[in-house]
C-alpha cells in the first residue's frame, strides 16, 4: 500500500503552514490509515506500477487478468506447450553433475526446474539454478539451453534426472492478441475469414467471437500494473476524509444546541460523506 497523499498535499489543503509541525506525526498517521480506508473500499491499490503474474483457465473469450490498470504485458506464455520431463541423465550413485543441452531452446527465464529424485532446482531469471541440495555452478543458457546441474550429493542409481522448462516457441505473438488495459482483457484478434491462417490449437470461437484455447491453467500472462500517479478525485477525496478527520477528532456524528447543528453525511455503508463516495465509485472494482 502507498501513501494517497503526501504531509505537504494535505497541510496546503488543510492551510497549515508548513513552518507548523505540532501536528505532522498525527496527520501524517491519518494519511496512512485513509489511504488504506480508501484501498478498501475501491478494492484496489492506487501503489506504484509492480511487475504481475497470472496463470488463468483457458475457454473463454477474454483473459481477465487479477491487477489492472494493465500497464503493459510482457509476455503471454501457453503452458500446453511446455516441456516436462526431459532426461537430463541417469544416476549411477557416484556423479553429482550433470550436463545436457535442452532441445527446444530458446527458453524463457524463470521457467526452468531440474528434478532429481526429492531435489528440485529452480532458475532465478538470471541463468542460475538454486534449491536445496543444489550445488554452487549450476547454470542455464536460456539462448542455447545448456544446462549445468551440480549436486550436493550423488543421486542414487538408477535415478532419473529430468527437466521441464517454457520454450520461446510458446509466447504469443504481440500481434494475435488485443489488451484492454483499464479493464485488465486480453483478447484473441483473429476474427473469421481474416488473419488466417491462426497457429494450430490458440484458439476456437464461441459464438462466431474468437477464444483462447480450452485448459485449465493453461495461459500464463506476465505484466505490469498500477498507477504511476494517483488518479486527481482519488487523491481529492482522500483529502476531503482526512480534513474531516483532522477536523472532527472527537468523530461526532450529529449534535443540536439552540439553533445550530450538525450532522455527518455519510454514504449507506462506507462510513465516507456521498460526495467523497462519488468521487471514488469510478474506481471501484465490483465483485460478481
Known sequence: MGLLVQLSDVKTYLQIASTFTTDDALLTQVITNVSAAVESYCRRSFGAVIPCSDVLDGGVVALALSSRPVVAVS????????????????????????THTLMSAPLQPLSVQAVAGLVAATDNGN????????ASGSTVNYATGAIVLNLTAAPASGTSIVAGYVP????????LYSVDNARGLIFPLPEPPQN????????????????????????????????????????LAALMIIAGRYNRRDALAQEQVGDYSYSAETGPSSG??????????PWREVVI
Open 75 to 98: 509476455a503471454l506464455v501457453d503452458l500446453n506447450q511446455r516441456v516436462m520431463n526431459e532426461l537430463l541423465g541417469t544416476g549411477n550413485g557416484a556423479a553429482s553433475s550433470f
Open 127 to 134: 541463468g542460475n539454478l538454486a534449491g536445496a541440495g543444489v
Open 168 to 175: 520461446n516457441t510458446a509466447v504469443i505473438s504481440p500481434a
Open 196 to 235: 488466417f491462417p491462426i497457429p494450430a490449437g490458440l484458439f476456437q470461437f464461441l459464438q462466431l467471437k474468437p477464444a483462447w484455447g480450452i485448459g485449465e491453467r493453461r495461459w500464463q500472462i506476465s505484466y505490469t500494473a498500477g498507477y504511476s500517479v494517483v488518479p486527481a478525485d482519488v487523491q
Open 272 to 281: 465516507f460523506s456521498a460526495e467523497v463516495e462519488q468521487l471514488l465509485s
